[in-house]
Nanobody, 116 residues
Framework: QVQLVESGGGLVQPGGSLRLSCAAS????????MNWFRQAPGKQRELVAT????????GYAEAVKGRFTISRDNAKKMVYLQMNSLKPEDTAGYYC?????????WGQGTQVTVSS
């Protein structure tokens, strides 16, 4: 079955960095675009970054452009989100996501808290 397992979240001071990882299994990873979403308390889940199957295209939410970088390693079936210059408003649960045809799959999420 499809599994997405995120890791790498934590508490970081404003201006700091974190690298999130997502380990994927149960599907042909190299054929599909991968996404990172986030959800802050009381807010809707929002798309943060997306990467195509061959790492030729990366798209970002306006709020994170220039600070976050999405990447993937198809051999390891991993997708990453490098987050730099973190701000308190980046505080949220971060979720790995893949859409396989009509089905959508999510990881359990990893919490990122940006606070001094």
């Amino acid at each position: 079955q499809v599994q997405l397992v995120e890791s790498g979240g934590g508490l970081v001071q404003p201006g700091g960095s974190l690298r999130l990882s997502c380990a994927a299994s149960g599907f042909a990873f190299s054929r599909y675009a991968m996404n990172w979403f986030r959800q802050a308390p009381g807010k809707q889940r929002e798309l943060v970054a997306t990467i195509d199957s061959n790492s030729e295209y990366g798209g970002y939410a306006e709020a994170v452009k220039g600070r976050f970088t999405i990447s993937r390693d198809n051999a390891k079936k991993m997708v990453y989100l490098q987050m730099n210059s973190l701000k308190p408003e980046d505080t949220a649960g971060y979720y790995c996501n893949v859409r396989l045809g009509l089905n959508e799959y999510w990881g359990q999420g990893t919490q990122v808290t940006v606070s001094s």
